[in-house]
């Protein structure tokens, strides 16, 4: 089955860096959309940043030219590079993935994984 494995999460200084992974299985990775999520505390979870089959880019305009999407398809993984962290970026993070790049960025897909939690002390 399809399974979604976030990892790289932690506690950093605002103005530090995280990596955060997401292992994917179950599925051809190579032929799928991947998108990052986050959900703060009494917040509405968001899109961060997707990343279509082909390569195309979608960032939210929060983490635009902080954050950076990727994948290694070779590696059935999905990469969110975060810079110059905020304290506003303190979420829970979640990747998804789906054939559709569209319904990846509208957060409809149906495989989550379980998340990994990202704290910006100020």
């Known amino acids: 089955q399809v399974q979604l494995v976030e990892s790289g999460g932690g506690l950093v200084q605002a103005g530090g860096s995280l990596r955060l992974s997401c292992a994917a299985s179950?599925?051809?990775?190579?032929?799928?959309?991947v998108g990052w999520y986050r959900q703060a505390p009494g917040k509405q979870r968001e899109l961060v940043a997707a990343?279509?089959?082909?390569?195309?880019?979608k960032y939210a305009d929060s983490v635009k030219g902080r954050f950076i999407i990727s994948r290694d398809n070779a590696k059935n993984t999905a990469y969110l590079q975060m810079n110059s962290l905020k304290f506003e970026d303190t979420a829970v993070y979640y990747c998804?993935?789906?054939?559709?790049?569209?319904?990846?960025?509208?957060?409809?897909?149906?495989?989550w994984g379980q998340g990994t939690q990202v704290t910006v002390s100020s």
């Open positions: 998804t993935a789906h054939n559709n790049f569209q319904v990846v960025v509208a957060g409809t897909p149906r495989s």
């Open positions: 179950g599925f051809v990775f190579r032929m799928d959309a």
């Open positions: 990343i279509s089959s082909g390569g195309t880019t």
